[in-house]
């Protein structure tokens, strides 16, 4: 398999995730209506999916709607809202955009330590983060509690 080969491969298949992602929030929106903590998820899943491939604008456009619904959903301080700004943060660092990035890893670390307390894995990843400046995609943190 030549180089070239495998970059066209790995298009293809980037291709049919995000196709495939796309079509689960279309399905969750049919489902469930627009304020759902699935098609919450699935927003962030493209979102996050998009920034790993460097489409930042697309994937924060993701990031900030499912942002926005888990703080309808669940409050600015829930657990869930910290998970997408952890994700949020991470779009931002990627757009050489650190300051913003940290004020979102610092609102996160203090939703999270007041949910869980200092001595929690998730909250004790976010500071080491936070205080590297890295903002790494939270993934699926925001089942750890």
Do not use: W
Not at 19 to 28: E, H, K, M, N, P
Not at 72 to 90: D, E, F, K, R, T
Not at 93 to 106: G, H, N, Y
Not at 132 to 138: E, I, L, P, S, V
Request: hydrophobic share 35%; with cysteine.
């Amino acid at each position: 398999v030549t180089l070239a080969q495998s970059k066209k491969r790995k298009k293809r298949r980037d291709r049919e995730i995000e196709t495939l992602l796309r079509d689960v929030i279309a399905i969750r929106r049919a489902s469930n209506g627009d304020s759902h903590p699935d098609l919450c998820k699935a927003m962030e899943n493209l979102g996050t999916f998009l920034t790993e491939r460097e489409r930042l604008e697309e994937g924060n456009r993701l990031l900030s709607e499912a942002l926005e619904m888990k703080t309808n959903l669940y409050g600015v301080h829930h657990p869930q809202a910290a998970v997408s700004l952890l994700n949020m943060a991470s779009n931002l660092t990627r757009r050489k955009r650190p300051s913003e990035a940290r004020i979102l890893l610092q609102k996160a670390t203090t939703i999270l330590t007041r949910a869980y307390g200092d001595e929690n894995a998730l909250t004790q990843t976010v500071r080491v983060d936070g205080d590297t400046g890295d903002a790494g995609d939270a993934g699926d943190a925001g089942d750890a509690g």
